[in-house]
């Protein structure tokens, strides 16, 4: 067991990469920042997010830790495999019914030992927005609750770290947005002469008011160096197009770097066609976040069909 939480993870491991654009791209420098490889299992963004959750629970001595999901996500994956090392127990309430056999991630958390609890959509959403702490105490007793996607202050905080381990000077960084708690992490750890964009993979415009909410509640501050641009999400959230598969898998040949096609995919097709108008001046250093999250396109390639070269 591991008590050290900052143990947990190796961040020596997320290198940063330089994208080589293509000759007749503008010039402009691209890096990609590997936190995806600090750990096989906790991997991202996910670790940044948990990491003070993780260091709460365990200083209030919680047993139990109870979280939000999909029947994919990466957070109810990382936060199995975290509960697992640290002996914490974890449950995990899945959104819509049981599917048997359990696919690839929550057959995952479940020999982590997390105990899985489904509830329908609307129900889910009842106890997840409203986050009823009375319910869950009187269903699941005292445990420490944890939102979908690991998304509230202490995900702020442990995700403005993320900033200072970048490796070197830039003028954008950019990550993938779901909740968006991530981007308002990096705004929260950023000087204000650099930039924040968000892509997100949902479709809506709900992502400004949210990012800004969680930040004048984390830091008590304003900011304005950031953005989020909602032109990349390709139908909404899960959906894909072939020119994303396409993109997807020319990455993965030409750099030999797996994205996962919920988000980091979005984000680079995003990056690349940007960079290609001309939306940055030459010159800029751009720097991504591979945010990680690889174990779910497992399922994503299996219900699509999709034949990827490294399978
Ligand atoms: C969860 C996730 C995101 C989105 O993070 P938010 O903080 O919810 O915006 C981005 N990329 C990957 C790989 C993820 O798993």
Request: contains cysteine; hydrophobic residues 40%; proline residues 2%.
């Amino acid at each position: 067991m591991i008590n050290k939480i900052d143990d947990l993870v190796d961040e020596s491991k997320a290198v940063l990469q330089e994208i080589e654009l293509p000759k007749y791209f503008p010039k402009v420098k691209l890096f990609i920042k590997r936190i995806d490889l600090i750990h096989p299992q906790i991997s991202g963004n996910k670790w940044y997010k948990l990491k003070y959750n993780l260091l709460y629970a365990q200083s209030m001595g919680v047993k139990t830790i109870l979280t939000f999901g999909g029947a994919y996500s990466n957070h109810i994956y990382a936060t199995a495999a975290a509960g697992n090392i640290l002996g914490i127990n974890t449950i995990g309430i899945i959104r819509g019914e049981e599917h048997l056999p359990l696919n690839s991630t929550l057959s995952f958390a479940s020999e982590k030992g997390m105990r899985l609890v489904y509830k329908d959509r609307q129900k889910f959403k009842e106890i997840h927005n409203g986050l009823c702490y009375e319910d869950i105490k009187n269903e699941f007793g005292n445990v420490y609750v944890i939102p979908e996607g690991g998304s509230n202050e202490l995900a702020v905080k442990g995700c403005a770290e993320i900033v200072h381990k970048i490796g070197v000077d830039f003028d954008f960084l950019c990550a993938p947005c779901g909740t968006g708690a991530t981007t308002a992490g990096l705004i929260a750890g950023i000087n204000n002469n650099k930039s924040i964009i968000g892509f997100s993979a949902l479709k809506g415009e709900f992502l400004n008011e949210y990012v800004s909410n969680l930040l004048l509640k984390s830091t008590g501050e304003y900011f304005d160096n950031w953005s989020i641009n909602t032109d990349y999400h390709f139908g909404g959230y899960a959906k894909l197009k072939p020119a994303l598969i396409e993109f997807t898998k020319e990455f993965y040949r030409t750099y030999n770097i797996q994205l996962d096609y919920i988000y980091t995919a979005k984000m680079m097709y995003g990056l690349f066609d940007l960079i290609k108008k001309g939306y940055f001046d030459s010159n800029t250093t751009i720097i991504s976040l591979h945010t990680g999250g690889l174990q779910g396109n497992e399922g994503i390639i299996k219900s699509r069909k999709i034949i990827m070269d490294y399978q």
